[in-house]
Structure formats: C-alpha cells, structure tokens
T-cell receptor, first 115, second 116 residues
Framework: DAGVIQSPRHEVTEMGQEVTLRCKPISGHNSLFWYRQTMMRGLELLIYFNNNVPIDDSGMPEDRFSAKMPNASFSTLKIQPSEPRDSAVYFC?????????????FGPGTRLTVT | AQSVAQPEDQVNVAEGNPLTVKCTYSVSGNPYLFWYVQYPNRGLQFLLKYITGDNLVKGSYGFEAEFNKSQTSFHLKKPSALVSDSALYFCAVRDGGSGNTGKLIFGQGTTLQVKP
C-alpha cells in the first residue's frame, strides 16, 4: 500500500489567499483525521471523520477553516482566507477502526507558509 | 476524561546504553495505548500498541513498551540505543469517550537525543 498521500508537500502563499490541502487515506480505512503541528502548540487535532461523516470539528480554530470528505478515498482541508498564524505542518492520518485495531497512519504532511 | 502525560521534554542517552521514555495515562475503562516516532520533516510513524494480553509489547526498530496497570504507565524502552533513534516520540491513548471512532489523545512528545 502507498500509505496516506498528502498534497502538496509544501505550500507558500500570501495572506488572504485560499489554501486547499488534500489527503488520500489508506484504502479500506474508515476514519480520517486532520492535525496541525507547530513548535508553539505541538500536535493539535483539527477535525476527524468516521465513514466520511464529520464527527468532531471542535479543534478547527476558526470559521476560516473547513474540511470535507466527499468519499472514502479523498478529503480536503481548506483555509480561506489564510493568515500568517496558520503557518504550520498539516498532517492527515487514517485508521481502520474496529476489533482491536485503532492505530492511525500518518501522511508525510504539508508544510504551509503564509507570508 | 482521558489523558496522557509525558513527563520529560527531552531524554539524553549515550549510544549503546538502554533508553526509557516515560508515559503515564488516565482513562476510564480498558486502556488502548500507542507509541509513535517522528523523525525530522516526517510524519508520525506507528511503533507499537497495547490493547490486551502480555504486558510487554514488542514493536518496530527493536523498541518495546511495558504496560503497568497499577502505575498507569506505558514506558517505551530499548536495550541498546542507536544514534539513529534520535527523534521525537509520542505516547497516545484511545479516547474512549468518543465512541468507536478511533480518536487518539497524544502526549506532548519527548525528544530523544542519543549521543555517540
């Protein structure tokens, strides 16, 4: 399996622009998670989906952030408009939840820089 | 509420010596515990998990972890450290309060520095 795929790997944009991050989970997994990692705040859970349905978006920092999962093999995280404080590494992770399997598998991340 | 704590921000060890990275947890119900490693500029990688069974769990790269129910701990260990083990390590626990959705609660991470 190719693992969790994220694109782009790096994104540099100007303040006010729209940013869309993409994620393809591992085939067959039923849960998907979006995280943000910074030196100041560490690893933060933004939102997660189970069977393509958003379960908890309480970690989304502001209304500028939105996430969708239109099907089992694709998810997006959108920031509109972007601000310099959104600069971080954004990770997508997926897992197959059930029985005794709960471990999450992370993608390589998207490093976002907002100038 | 479910929580996990990693009491050390950084652990320093000499190459060839044993290493321990500490983790304690607080959960209601049976704990499902995990260790992850993050190398620079990479995503988190799953190392090992404890769900049930033997208290000593073996994982990738020669790492193991010991589940101790009475001390509510799940420390990560390796008998002989390598310089290449230098990385950021995260302990995590399943959030039983979120239903069966797979949500994990991560500790703040411990930086392991192995010196030659």
């Amino acid at each position: 399996d190719a693992g969790v795929i994220q694109s782009p790997r790096h994104e540099v944009t100007e303040m006010g622009q729209e940013v869309t991050l993409r994620c393809k989970p591992i085939s067959g997994h039923n849960s998907l998670f979006w995280y943000r990692q910074t030196m100041m705040r560490g690893l933060e859970l933004l939102i997660y989906f189970n069977n393509n349905v958003p379960i908890d978006d309480s970690g989304m920092p502001e209304d500028r952030f939105s996430a969708k999962m239109p099907n089992a093999s694709f998810s997006t995280l959108k920031i509109q408009p972007s601000e310099p404080r959104d600069s971080a590494v954004y990770f997508c992770a997926s897992s197959l939840v059930g029985a005794l399997s709960y471990e999450q598998y992370f993608g390589p991340g998207t490093r976002l820089t907002v100038t | 509420a479910q929580s996990v704590a990693q009491p050390e921000d950084q652990v320093n060890v000499a190459e060839g010596n044993p290493l321990t990275v500490k983790c304690t947890y607080s959960v209601s119900g049976n704990p499902y515990l995990f260790w992850y490693v993050q190398y620079p500029n990479r995503g988190l990688q799953f190392l090992l998990k404890y769900i049930t069974g033997d208290n000593l769990v073996k994982g990738s790269y020669g790492f193991e972890a010991e589940f101790n129910k009475s001390q509510t701990s799940f420390h990560l260990k390796k008998p002989s450290a390598l310089v290449s083990d230098s990385a950021l390590y995260f302990c995590a626990v399943r959030d039983g309060g979120s239903g069966n959705t797979g949500k994990l609660i991560f500790g703040q991470g411990t930086t392991l520095q192995v010196k030659p």
